[in-house]
């Protein structure tokens, strides 16, 4: 049988990352997992899984785990763009360091991933880019401004990585999930946000599971190179 292809994830350590990762280890992929809580990717156990403790404001170390990686399983073939985070809050009232982490790990962050991998795919004529925005990319939310602006910030850049990319045979999705159950709130320090967003989330039955995402995505992926699934919306169905 062939081997398949290196799939690269970054924020693999848990949510959607951690169940993306179990979806392409069940088909048969080697994995490149990142994080910075190494205990948690290796808590995984995935076989053929190359394991980086990777900050993704790091451009040099997500680098360097892309080419480690590589040297084992040969090209990364998919690169999901996952990890963010969401210190949502008060515009007002919040910290402005909230802003800088949110806009260093969601914009910059998601532009190093890219950047790591992206000549390759070119020279290949061949790879796909899952870029992780959010229906918070889409439409804003109280309470979200900043977060907002780094999700609006990936679909515009995804359009135009599209397009740009398009010609050379590379995929790009952007994925624009809804309320999924992860440890994504353990980001949110304000209490009333905490409180509201819990609510809300309650009132429409609750989000759906991680592991509906990391199977859309290989679903996604699995089509022929020709084929793109240019956006993934994926909701609780009572969500609006
Ligand atoms: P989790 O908090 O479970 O996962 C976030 C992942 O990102 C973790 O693996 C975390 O790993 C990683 N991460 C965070 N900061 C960094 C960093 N600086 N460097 C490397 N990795 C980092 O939540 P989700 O799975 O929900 O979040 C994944 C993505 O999904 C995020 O971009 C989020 O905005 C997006 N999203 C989530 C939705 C939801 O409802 N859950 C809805 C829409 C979008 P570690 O801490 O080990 O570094």
Not at 2 to 15: E, N, R, W
Not at 120 to 136: D, F, H, P, Y
Not at 171 to 198: C, F, M, Q, W
Request: proline share 5%.
């Amino acid at each position: 049988m062939d081997k398949k292809p290196l799939v690269a994830i970054t924020g693999a350590s848990s949510g959607i990352g951690e169940s993306t990762a179990r979806a392409f280890s069940a088909a048969g992929h080697p994995l490149l997992l990142m994080a910075r809580r190494l205990d948690r990717l290796k808590a995984l156990n995935l076989p053929n899984a190359v394991l980086r403790q990777v900050d993704v404001r790091d451009r040099a170390a997500i680098a360097a785990a892309v080419a480690d990686a590589e040297a084992e399983h040969g090209p990364v073939d998919m690169m999901f763009a996952n990890a963010g985070i969401a210190r949502l809050g008060d515009i007002a009232k919040q910290p402005a360091e909230d802003w800088d982490e949110m806009i260093d790990i969601n914009v910059k962050g998601v532009m190093n991933t890219v950047h790591a991998v992206m000549n390759g795919m070119i020279e290949r004529k061949q790879g796909t880019l899952v870029m992780m925005s959010s229906i918070a990319g889409r439409k804003v939310y109280p309470d979200h401004t900043v977060y907002c602006g780094t999700k609006f910030f990936v679909h515009a850049v995804s359009e135009s990585l599209r397009e740009y990319l398009a010609p050379h045979d590379v995929r790009v999705i952007v994925l624009s999930p809804g309320i999924i159950d992860t440890e994504v709130l353990d980001h949110v320090k304000d209490e009333t946000t905490l409180a509201n967003y819990k609510a809300n989330k309650s009132a429409i039955g609750g989000g759906i599971p991680a592991d509906i995402v990391g199977d859309l995505i290989l679903n996604a992926y699995q089509l022929p190179q020709r084929a793109l699934v240019q956006e993934i919306v994926i909701t609780p169905t009572r969500q609006k």
